[in-house]
């Protein structure tokens, strides 16, 4: 069987650099061309610690359109204003595009206050796919796959069951999530030096990150009256991701009830897993595609909790998962092999 060429635009950034060594090792695709700027002219497989015999060098990110002709698919692990020109030109060639930034995850009107540019390619936000498979299923052929944020990955697989089935009121969420730094991408400012976030803990962005909108936009598909306040925090760790989510319950919204509905949920998931809530945690995820979620409830609140890498399950992996699903390949193809890092 011929392999899927698949280019990978910002390949040296972390989710790309992981987006890349998927591909690589995935038996169904192959890497027909990596870009990077600051690793121009140098073997990716060296670069990137890939083993495996190949001789594809990085090529600049300004010649990534260039390279168009010789892959069937890319992924774009660039900045939204970048992905929001990038998308349209390999799209409008027939190519599949997985985007992993936020270009084309909201309304063309959220992105002068969400994002600090107008966005110019608005034509095709009604047609690109929020591509969370467990929750809103397999791309369309022809679609820009917008790839979900890590904190809405996390947050909607815990949360967005409980509002579907009437079991939490879907006005007044609350998420408090917490990353580990590379979910902030390659940054040299002295916040994200290891002096500045070494045994520290802190909220970032308040009332104004990115991720607000996007899990506010995915809960109204579910509830037209949803809504949510979003905080994301620093953890002082390389990465991981835990979002607890809180809600007022609905008539019949027991403990056992919310348990149950997220183990119905994803009963046939090969990456969602419902755990006892106060089981849930970053040790079990972190090096896989998977997502740990959980949930209880007592008269006053509903608690769901959810745990991923937010490098795979919320980036790369889930980039994988959807070029799977988008060329009817089993949805592990590549991710099968991964497992956690801790014991």
């Known amino acids: 069987m011929d392999r899927l060429r698949v280019g990978v635009v910002g390949a040296s950034g972390y989710s790309g650099a992981a987006a890349t060594r998927l591909i690589a090792m995935h038996p169904h695709a192959s890497l027909a061309f990596a870009t990077s700027d600051k690793l121009a002219g140098e073997s990716v497989a060296r670069e990137l610690g890939i083993h495996f015999d190949d001789v594809t060098r990085f090529v ?42 936020g270009a084309f995850r909201l309304e063309a009107e959220s992105y002068p ?35 979900p944020g890590c904190y809405p990955t996390a947050a909607l697989l815990a949360i967005a069951p409980l509002v579907r089935e009437g079991l939490v009121e879907p006005a007044g969420l609350v998420v408090d999530a917490k990353s580990g730094v590379t979910g902030a991408g390659r940054q040299t400012g002295e916040a994200y030096s290891f002096a500045e976030v070494d045994e520290d803990f802190r909220a970032y962005k308040l009332l104004a990150h990115q991720h607000t909108p996007e899990i506010h936009r995915s809960l109204t598909r579910l509830a037209k009256t949803a809504s949510v306040t979003f905080t994301a925090h620093l953890l002082p760790l390389k990465r991981g991701l835990f979002a607890t989510c809180y809600g007022r319950p609905r008539l019949g919204a027991s403990a056992e009830r919310v348990a149950q509905c997220l183990a119905d949920t994803y009963a046939s998931s090969p990456f969602v897993r419902a755990w006892p809530p106060e089981q849930v945690m970053l040790k079990r995820v972190v090096g896989t595609n998977d997502c740990h979620v959980g949930a209880s409830a007592d008269d006053a609140v509903v608690i769901a909790v959810g745990a991923i890498d937010n490098l795979l399950k919320g980036a790369a992996g889930q ?17 099968s092999g991964l497992h956690r890092v801790s014991p």
């Open 60 to 101: 600049p990110n300004a010649a990534a359109v260039e390279q168009a002709d010789g892959c069937d698919a890319v992924f774009l692990a660039t900045a939204a204003d970048v992905s929001m020109r990038l998308a349209p030109s390999f799209a409008e060639r027939g190519k599949q595009v997985v985007d992993l930034s």
């Open 113 to 147: 206050r969400w994002y600090g540019f107008d966005h110019t390619a608005a034509s095709w936000l009604p047609r690109a796919h929020y591509g969370l498979p467990e929750l809103f299923g397999i791309p369309p052929k022809g679609a820009i796959v917008a790839n």
């Open 319 to 335: 980039a994988v998962q959807n070029l799977n699903l988008m060329n009817g390949w089993d949805e592990r193809a590549g991710l």
